[in-house]
């Protein structure tokens, strides 16, 4: 195949990144306890602008949207495009890679078994876990705004992103 071709048909597939984030409802889902809109999202980001927050924040919605069952990570497992799955993994970002490891051990352990079954688990698994990371960025931001967002920010840094391995430090 020639680079192009190959060029031509990974940007068919990355538009699937895009259509997850059109169909995630991530902060607005009722699979966490608390119903979380799409607005606290956007205040958060608003919120903490410029700093590690915002970044986490940021990835947190762009691994839901290739998680989510007709996203990019959805789309790659169901028409089996083990190039994109390549490239995928091949340039998640370090803080995505701290938030979604899930997907680079499938990977290896994929490219010994081609068993895809193993990615589908690891979309399925970092789903459950983006969840959980933003319910908790959700309840410490709604939690410590009464003190102030500096206040909020050097909660959200220590209690979440400092046990990631993501912020070094107690973000003051």
């Not at 979604?100 to 081609?114: G, K, L, N, S």
């Given at each position: 195949?020639?680079?192009?071709?190959?060029?031509?048909?990974?940007?068919?597939?990355?538009?699937?990144?895009?259509?997850?984030?059109?169909?995630?409802?991530?902060?607005?889902?009722?699979?966490?306890?608390?119903?979380?809109?799409?607005?606290?999202?956007?205040?958060?980001?608003?919120?903490?602008?410029?700093?590690?927050?915002?970044?986490?924040?940021?990835?947190?919605?762009?691994?839901?949207?290739?998680?989510?069952?007709?996203?990019?990570?959805?789309?790659?497992?169901?028409?089996?495009?083990?190039?994109?799955?390549?490239?995928?993994?091949?340039?998640?970002?370090?803080?995505?890679?701290?938030?979604?490891?899930?997907?680079?051990?499938?990977?290896?352990?994929?490219?010994?078994?081609?068993?895809?079954?193993?990615?589908?688990?690891?979309?399925?698994?970092g789903r459950r876990?983006?969840?959980?990371?933003?319910?908790?960025?959700?309840?410490?931001?709604?939690?410590?705004?009464?003190?102030?967002?500096?206040?909020?920010?050097?909660?959200?840094?220590?209690?979440?992103?400092?046990?990631?391995?993501?912020?070094?430090?107690?973000?003051?």
């Amino acid at each position: 195949m020639r680079r192009f071709e190959l060029g031509g048909r990974e940007l068919e597939t990355w538009v699937y990144h895009e259509i997850g984030e059109v169909l995630e409802i991530g902060f607005d889902s009722g699979l966490w306890q608390e119903m979380v809109s799409a607005y606290v999202w956007q205040e958060m980001v608003s919120a903490y602008a410029n700093t590690p927050v915002e970044i986490f924040a940021q990835v947190l919605k762009d691994v839901l949207a290739d998680t989510h069952s007709e996203g990019l990570l959805g789309h790659i497992v169901q028409n089996r495009v083990e190039s994109s799955l390549g490239f995928y993994v091949a340039f998640q970002r370090a803080i995505s890679r701290a938030v979604f490891p899930e997907i680079r051990e499938a990977f290896f352990r994929f490219r010994q078994t081609d068993d895809w079954s193993l990615i589908e688990a690891a979309r399925e698994s970092g789903r459950r876990n983006m969840y959980r990371h933003a319910a908790a960025l959700t309840r410490l931001h709604r939690e410590a705004q009464a003190s102030g967002t500096d206040r909020a920010r050097v909660r959200i840094i220590s209690e979440i992103l400092k046990p990631l391995g993501i912020a070094r430090g107690g973000g003051e």
